[in-house]
């Protein structure tokens, strides 16, 4: 079964996250839940497949800090925040949260967005589509055509080797031309260490539009 914990200090959100959860299918279950980002770091909390994480824990502004501590320990975190500004979506998904919904979202694509977490696939609620489509910022790498090209195809393919067999490549320059786009990504400070965070990539700097995927 898929594990969740639930960083929020609103009691009444981590009832109704408890309730969705609770009424998924395949349900989901929350190992815990609290005020602090602690619940996510301690037992049993910290064993769970997926954190769901509220930005803004108090008034001294959105926990990025916290956030970027849980991705660098490699937990897939869901952003679930009252913001919804463009610069606040965009900033969490460079630190390398796996999504972010607003409240407003609800049960439906909260629970879809965890499944999607559990599993690694990528996941945009509308939210994020919007932050994506108007996202301007000039710190974008410069793919080669077919990096772009590899890019796409593995977008929507199942495997590299069927990107290959598409588009008359090997396997292994297949691989080296998605290494080197992670590699440019990095290097301008948006790192994509998996297919998910690279389609999220893709989507930003407008290579794909997100009903094409």
Not at 83 to 91: H, K, P
Not at 104 to 133: C, I, K, R, W
Not at 134 to 157: A, G, H, K, Q
């Amino acid at each position: 079964m898929i594990s969740v914990v639930v960083v929020d200090d609103h009691p009444v959100v981590i009832a109704g996250v408890r309730a969705w959860c609770s009424l998924a299918d395949p349900p989901i279950q929350v190992l815990d839940a609290g005020p602090t980002v602690a619940t996510a770091w301690l037992p049993p909390g910290n064993g769970a497949d997926v954190v769901v994480f509220d930005l803004q824990l108090d008034l001294t502004g959105p926990a990025y800090g916290d956030l970027k501590r849980l991705v660098d320990a490699g937990r897939q975190v869901v952003v679930y925040s009252m913001r919804a500004d463009r610069e606040t979506v965009l900033n969490c998904l460079d630190i390398g949260a796996f999504t972010y919904l607003t409240k407003a979202e609800g049960e439906d694509h909260l629970v879809a967005a965890t499944l999607a977490a559990a599993q690694n696939v990528p996941y945009l609620p509308p939210m994020l589509s919007g932050a994506f489509g108007t996202d301007n910022r000039p710190d974008r790498p410069r793919l080669s055509p077919r990096e772009t090209e590899v890019l796409l195809e593995w977008f929507r393919s199942e495997s590299k080797e069927m990107v290959a067999k598409r588009l008359h490549l090997t396997v292994r320059r297949v691989n080296a031309c998605l290494e080197r786009a992670r590699i440019k990504y990095a290097n301008v400070g948006r790192p994509a260490p998996t297919k998910a965070a690279l389609v999220a990539r893709a989507i930003q700097d407008g290579l794909v539009q997100a009903d094409e995927l």
